[in-house]
């Protein structure tokens, strides 16, 4: 089978990154469930409005945006297990709204944590989010039987351009999407990476 997976927040711990990067530069002590939103912006990491949205911008720039900072991301250990097993009955392919010029180091990082992959795909603008080429666009042309992402609004592209799925389009719960109310007769959810192997049925291989 074609398989789809997003980058970050998947395969990629950018969220503890990021924290780790404001609980230094601005002495505190949050850990990843202050990312309510997966908009970064609409976050609240303090109670003065104005500081809060110059640490998401900061963070945007220093962390999610910059080649150097998403080298150091470590890997989800239990993603990097699964993603090895399904390589070796499916291929694999990665879809991130990072921006276009950061699909070289995106590679790198993907060879460096040996994570197999078959193809990737930097698809994201100037804006944080935003993508220049549709998730959805892409992930019809490539014919996927699965995608998985941890942001609803690019599941909801996904099934705006192929809304028949061999094993469904999935949200992998991280705290910014726990409460998101989920269209069960569109969508799967999923909490564990022993789930989604289950799901695609190799778990006893």
């Known amino acids: 089978m074609k398989l789809g997976f997003d980058v970050d927040g998947i395969v990629a711990d950018l969220p503890q990154l990021m924290v780790e990067y404001i609980n230094e530069k601005y002495n505190l002590n949050h850990d990843v469930s ?10 609240k990491y303090v109670e003065d409005d104005e ?28 993603g990097v297990a699964a993603i090895r097993k399904l390589a070796k009955h499916h291929t694999l392919h990665f879809i991130t709204a990072r921006p276009g010029s950061m699909k070289k180091s995106t590679v790198d990082w993907f060879r460096n944590c040996n994570i197999p992959f078959t193809t990737i795909h930097a698809l ?26 941890d942001s609803l609004c ?18 992998f719960t991280r705290p910014w999407n726990v409460d998101e109310l989920l269209d069960t007769d569109k969508f799967i959810r999923f909490d564990k990476w022993t789930e989604i192997i289950r799901h695609l049925g190799i778990h006893k291989r």
């Open 51 to 78: 500081l809060s949205t110059q640490i998401s911008l900061d963070m945007l720039e220093n962390v999610v945006r910059n080649d150097g900072a998403m080298s150091i991301t470590k890997p989800y250990k239990d």
């Open 124 to 149: 994201g603008g100037d804006k944080p989010g935003e993508c220049v080429v549709s998730k959805g666009r892409l992930g019809r042309s490539l014919n996927l039987d699965f995608y998985m992402d």
């Open 34 to 43: 202050i990312f309510a939103s997966h908009d970064v912006t609409q976050n």
């Open 154 to 171: 690019h599941l909801e592209d996904m099934y705006k351009y192929k809304n028949r799925w061999r094993k469904g389009v999935a949200l």
